[in-house]
């Protein structure tokens, strides 16, 4: 009786993992070998006996295709492009939450220790209303006659409104405002658990503010900035609401891409090929903050 | 003494400029709500008449009502199956491929979601195509949803299983309770907090997802983020403004009662360990 609870227990989370994530994630493996002219069957053997031969099918043409154009040679696609596009969002994304996020998670760890709970909330508080709307207030707020031209017309930053919708500016700020949260949460975990005696210790020894925040503060920060850049490089990589909302036709981002080969051009091999690309490019940072923590962890046991 | 006060300007100025940043879309959204034209820069004079708009735009009406359901039932689900899973995660020990178990639990947290919504798109064409089932529509938008949340509620429910005393459960067994009644009256009402926790993050996650949606709706089901989305990429609309203001007077509500609830259920823990106290 016990064994068989025990089973059943172990079963169902079983089940349902094999079954909506191995099984379509084979799918995907397979489909992204499939050649274009066979028919889109998902659950195409991969072996095939005729005539007491086996064969087996496996076409890489969705994968060169991705970096040859047959007209204009090796890496001129524009998927190797929006590739590239992508992790160049994800890292100057990155890069400006860290900007951001850094002196706020600071200056947060550093409040008034009863204001700290409310602060926090504030911080998560947008959080909880849709993804989808604040982003898509950006899309007035960054308009030609929008409100951010106004202050900026104002400020006597600029004479006429400038364009901010549908280019780098409008991706950036839609991606840096959804992802900040992510960066400043681990950074202020790590932040307010400083010892304070550390800085005292340099101050006694005649750092500068400067210095000591050089030296020590961002030093034994890192474990915080590592894990806060990773939060927002990888949503990043993948995005696929801002770039349709705020990018133009030039912000092609390669989730878009994916969604554009599978029901545009209904290219599924091309598109299974493009994802399991995307899959790698997601999971070689995080193999790599892995294999940080971990080594972080061994240091800290031998002391 | 000079420097100091200068750096704790320079703290708060910073501090607020990146709220400003946080809560000037939100604020933005709801002002321009009650705007009487469809001018997104200049408030022209205050209306309902984008809250008229959206009382009879029965695409977003229905549109959430249909997210409202998926929400309901992936949420739930998700919660189950991730009480199940933490349960194996923590309380089995080792068991045969729990590496396997445990990347699979908690991939969906960092797959982009647009390799999540098409390979769940591809196993249920290749489904419908063998056995004729299931259709695409409510239920594969409730399965895909269920999936993401899992990764995300299970995350909450372990770390509650992780620090419950485990003497109790013990102390339960010893006195001759099955092992399905342990669960069920000393586990469950223990981290009770925690699902409660878990299940309103995973009806966010859902309310709110549209890539996964948008891959697996049939045709004449989406959901409110779906026409919301759909609505968005066609320029302004005021009247998606009326619901975002609704939305977040809902989230508000419902963060404020979530908070109530759990200082109530800290009180009691204290009247309860401290009775003279109390």
């Known amino acids: 009786m016990h064994q068989r609870g025990r089973s059943l227990v172990l079963g169902i989370p079983w089940f349902w993992l094999l079954l909506f994530f191995a099984v379509p994630f084979f799918i995907l493996l397979r489909m992204s070998v499939t050649d274009m002219g066979e028919g889109l069957d998902p659950f195409a053997p991969l072996v095939q006996t005729q005539a007491g031969q086996v064969t087996l099918h496996l076409k890489f043409a969705n994968y060169v295709s991705l970096l040859l154009d047959t007209d204009l040679g090796w890496g001129q696609t524009l998927y190797l492009e929006s590739y590239v596009l992508s992790v160049k969002y994800a890292f100057w994304t990155t890069l400006l939450c860290l900007l951001l996020g850094y002196p706020f998670a600071y200056f947060l760890a550093r409040s008034e220790p009863h204001l700290r709970p409310l602060l926090l909330l504030m911080v998560m508080l947008p959080f909880w209303t849709s993804f989808l709307l604040r982003v898509y207030a950006w899309k007035g707020l960054l308009a030609d006659h929008g409100i951010v031209n106004h202050i900026l017309i104002f400020l006597g930053l600029t004479q006429e409104p400038i364009q901010l919708l549908y280019n780098d500016v409008s991706m950036l700020v839609g991606m840096t405002y959804v992802y900040l949260p992510f960066m400043v949460l681990p950074l202020y975990a790590n932040l307010v658990k400083m010892d304070n005696r550390l800085l005292e210790a340099s101050q006694d020894l005649g750092a500068t503010p400067w210095q000591s925040f050089w030296l020590i503060t961002v030093p034994l920060s890192r474990s915080g900035i590592v894990a806060g850049s990773i939060l927002v490089f990888i949503p990043c990589l993948g995005e696929f609401v801002i770039p349709s909302l705020l990018g133009g036709a030039e912000n092609m981002m390669i989730g878009r891409v994916v969604w554009d080969e599978m029901f545009s051009s209904n290219n599924w091999p091309r598109a299974s090929a493009l994802s399991v690309v995307m899959i790698v490019c997601v999971v070689l940072p995080l193999a790599w903050y892995n294999n940080y923590v971990a080594r972080k962890v061994e240091q800290e046991r031998l002391g | ?278």
């Open chain 2, 1 to 278: 003494m000079n420097v100091m006060g200068w750096r704790r300007h320079f703290g708060t100025g910073w501090l607020a400029a990146v709220f400003a940043f946080f809560y000037l879309p939100l604020f933005f959204l709801v002002v321009f709500s009650f705007n009487s034209t469809r001018q997104d820069s200049v408030f022209t004079g205050f209306s309902l008449r984008w809250y008229q708009a959206l009382w009879n735009d029965t695409r977003l009406v229905e549109g959430f009502m249909l997210s409202f359901n998926v929400a309901l039932m992936s949420a739930t689900l998700a919660t189950v199956l991730a009480t199940l899973a933490a349960f194996v995660l923590i309380r089995f020990g080792r068991f045969k491929g729990r590496t396997l178990f445990n990347a699979m639990l908690s991939s969906p947290l960092v797959m982009p979601e647009v390799i999540i919504g098409l390979s769940l798109l591809l196993l249920f064409v290749g489904m419908e195509r063998l056995l004729g089932w299931p259709e695409r529509g409510t239920f594969t938008i409730v399965l895909g949803h269920a999936l993401l949340g899992m990764a995300y509620a299970s995350v909450v429910v372990q770390s509650r299983l992780k620090e419950m005393d485990r003497s109790i459960e013990e102390a339960a067994l010893d006195l001759g309770c099955r092992p399905f009644q342990v669960f069920f009256l000393i586990t469950l009402p223990n981290i009770s907090q925690a699902l409660v926790a878990a299940w309103l993050l995973t009806f966010t996650l859902s309310f709110d997802d549209v890539v996964i949606s948008e891959f697996l709706s049939g045709p004449g089901v989406t959901t409110l983020p779906q026409v919301i989305f759909s609505y968005a990429r066609r320029g302004v609309n005021p009247t998606i403004y009326a619901a975002a203001t609704l939305l977040m007077v809902v989230v508000t509500l419902a963060v404020v009662v979530y908070g109530v609830y759990i200082a109530r259920q800290q009180r009691q823990k204290q009247v309860r360990f401290n009775p003279v106290n109390g």
